[in-house]
């Protein structure tokens, strides 16, 4: 169910007799150490990967894409350019799973009580007034007045101002935070038009203009509904697998736990294992239950270790014990939408 690698040198071994020409470069990356190391350990100095020319790194031409081979001039380069492709692209390869698979940072914190905001939509809520996303703890914690008496709660639990009395209220205040280049909003608003909520109509291609718009603006969460859309949904747009998960990848490399579960969701069904099992694992670090779930079915089919799935469970209850506390637990308790694991 989808939810709404090392820097070293290993490419560069032969195992056969003879040198493929995509590892020319590998050979001139050796010269390019030897020229490095001569003439008192000048770093500066770099070989040409095509015709083997030193020059000064700082005035040589790069490739583009893996920022390794260096040439003398744009001849040189053009000329290397169908000899350097394979082991281009295995670099390229490699440094986009460097940034792809590294651990994103944890969630916000919630600005009252200061505890990690959980992953669960239902357990925090966005204020439009103010622009906080707010626990469901302090959300629904009672307010006392100097005298220690429960007074009226019906306000924001942040700035206090009063809680909207109307659909059109809500959309007034989402509008304003908007206009102050609020991410937040625009991503809430992009939601009321996929579900046609508080009276507006329902229209997935203005949901996806909002979602791009927040996402610009750094909002982790609209990588992964663009993605849904493309991969899912087929709503006002065509339904385009390449699509959906290059904007997966955008939002989990953001740290975007939803969209690091539906990545190893798509891994799983193309058949790649290794690759899933690493969404799989951040995923789970992250608060995505259902990616522990699916470790536990990977470790019964043989996919995953005994390690793994222990590891994914060490991993999930660090998340749950910094999420946790007994105002939430009170808070769960009294309503199930404010359930926040």
């Known amino acids: 169910m989808k939810l709404p690698m090392s820097t070293s040198d290993s490419s560069c071994k032969d195992d056969g007799a003879s040198k493929s020409t995509s590892d020319d470069v590998c050979e001139v990356m050796g010269k390019l150490s030897t020229a490095d190391n001569k003439d008192g350990n000048d770093a500066s100095v770099s070989v040409c990967a095509n015709c083997g020319k030193e020059g000064n790194s700082d005035d040589m031409n790069i490739c ?14 053009k000329k290397h350019r169908t000899k350097h492709k394979k082991a281009c692209e295995r670099r390229v390869a490699e440094l986009h ?9 944890p969630n916000e914190d919630c600005p009252i009580c200061f505890i990690r905001l959980p992953l669960l939509l239902s357990g925090h809520s966005y204020q439009s007034c103010c622009g906080k996303v707010i626990c469901c703890g302090c959300i629904h914690a009672p307010v006392y007045d100097d005298q220690g008496n429960e007074v009226d709660n019906q306000k924001c639990p942040f700035c206090r101002v009063p809680t909207p009395s109307s659909k059109e209220e809500i959309i007034e205040r989402v509008q304003k935070r908007i206009d102050a280049g609020d991410d937040k909003a625009l991503h809430g608003l992009g939601v009321c038009y996929r579900d046609g909520k508080y009276g507006l109509p329902q229209d997935i291609i203005k949901a996806l203009e909002l979602w791009h718009r927040a996402a610009e603006l750094g909002h982790t969460r609209a990588y992964c509904k663009i993605g849904y859309a493309y991969d899912e949904l087929g709503r006002g747009v065509e339904v385009d697998k390449k699509k959906a998960k290059h904007y997966y990848e955008l939002g989990a490399m953001r740290g975007d736990a939803a969209a690091r579960h539906n990545l190893g969701v798509s891994e799983k069904q ?9 969404h799989y694992m951040i995923a789970a670090s992250g608060g995505v239950s259902h990616s522990l779930d699916m470790i536990k079915k990977m470790y019964s089919n043989g996919d995953a270790t005994k390690e793994d799935y222990t590891k994914a469970l060490q991993s999930y209850q660090e998340y749950l014990s910094e999420i946790k506390s007994k105002q939430r637990d009170a808070a769960a308790a009294a309503r199930e939408d404010y359930r926040y694991y």
């Open 64 to 77: 583009n894409k893996c920022k390794m081979a260096k040439y003398c001039n744009v001849i040189c380069k």
């Open 97 to 105: 799973d460097e940034k792809l698979f590294k651990q994103p940072p």
């Open 270 to 278: 193309a058949g790649n294992m290794e690759r899933a099992l690493k």
